[in-house]
């Protein structure tokens, strides 16, 4: 009796085990189901294809008749920064490593009166850099609405 007992327990725990297992086991992150070829074709996952599409959305951005003139605003020697942090922040916000250390966005954008129509440029400039890094349209959904709650502290503000 005391064996069999032992094995039903023994059972138990393995069956338990096995189920604890599957739980564990998760799907890849946002971040790293992003991926990208840069010009030399080499493919590059994570914060490296996170700034190659941030390299193309700003340029978008600037080239934007809209959007634009917000961006060719900003000073020569401070874009490299800024795209370094959109990157850290997209990187933090589809769940990689990275960590964004900037002011929020509320702080960011205070008396800039940003509009609705900026907004939907500047957004359509990040989805035309997406489309160009074939970056597939789940991924692109998510990063989109992981992004979209920022809206309410850059729009009218």
């Not at 069956?15 to 992150?29: K, N, R, W, Y």
């Not at 070829?37 to 978008?60: E, Y």
């Not at 997406?130 to 729009?155: F, Q, S, T």
Request: glycine share 8%; hydrophobic share 40%.
């Amino acid at each position: 009796m005391g064996t069999t007992r032992w094995r039903l327990c023994a059972l138990s725990l393995l069956l338990a085990s096995g189920v604890l297992s599957a739980c564990a086991t998760s799907s890849p992150t946002l971040y790293e189901r992003i991926n990208t070829k840069d010009a030399t074709g080499t493919l590059r996952g994570g914060r490296d294809a996170i700034r190659l599409i941030v390299d193309d959305f700003v340029a978008n951005a600037v080239a934007d008749p809209v959007a634009g003139p917000r961006f060719k605003a900003i000073p020569a020697a401070e874009v490299e920064g800024l795209k370094s942090k959109l990157a850290d922040q997209i990187c933090e916000a589809t769940g990689g490593p990275c960590s964004y250390y900037g002011r929020t966005m509320k702080e960011t954008h205070a008396g800039m009166k940003i509009t609705e129509a900026e907004w939907n440029a500047t957004v359509a400039a990040l989805v035309k850099a997406l489309d160009k890094h074939k970056i597939a349209a789940r991924e692109k959904d998510e990063l989109l609405a992981a992004l979209g709650p920022m809206k309410k502290d850059i729009v009218g503000q």
